[in-house]
Nanobody, 128 residues
Framework: VQLQASGGGLVQAGGSLRLSCAAS????????MGWFRQAPGKEREFVAA????????YYADSVKGRFTISRDNAKNTVYLQMNSLKPEDTAVYYC??????????????????????WGQGTLVTVSS
């Protein structure tokens, strides 16, 4: 599957952005879809995930209550709605897809190596 992330940009603190991740090549309706981010000088980190076709969602503590992951299976697209943005949210955001299979870890959705395909990333810059 090919993943195309878009929607990044420059926004002031307190503002909102919606990222999109369009999948092509096959349907991702049954996949776990995740969003990760990498800030300058830091390692990539988990942000949010939607599992089992969207029935379950998980968030990093740092974004809980501010970000919402959703998916439109008809469009084969996953979204990340980001509200109340903070300067520390500045990062390149990546979407990723994990084919449905049994994983050893109960928190597999947080683990980069569990994902099979990655998008190219979209830059989000939050100014103070």
């Amino acid at each position: 599957v090919q993943l195309q992330a878009s929607g990044g940009g420059l926004v002031q603190a307190g503002g909102s952005l919606r990222l999109s991740c369009a999948a092509s090549g096959r349907t991702v309706s049954g996949d776990t879809m995740g969003w990760f981010r990498q800030a300058p000088g830091k390692e990539r980190e988990f942000v949010a995930a939607s599992t089992w076709g969207g029935s379950m969602t998980y968030y990093a503590d740092s974004v809980k209550g501010r970000f919402t992951i959703s998916r439109d299976n008809a469009k084969n697209t996953v979204y990340l709605q980001m509200n109340s943005l903070k300067p520390e949210d500045t990062a390149v955001y990546y979407c990723a897809a994990k084919i449905s299979r049994i994983s050893r870890s109960p928190t597999y959705y947080r683990l980069e190596y569990e994902y099979d395909s990655w998008g190219q990333g979209t830059l989000v810059t939050v100014s103070s």
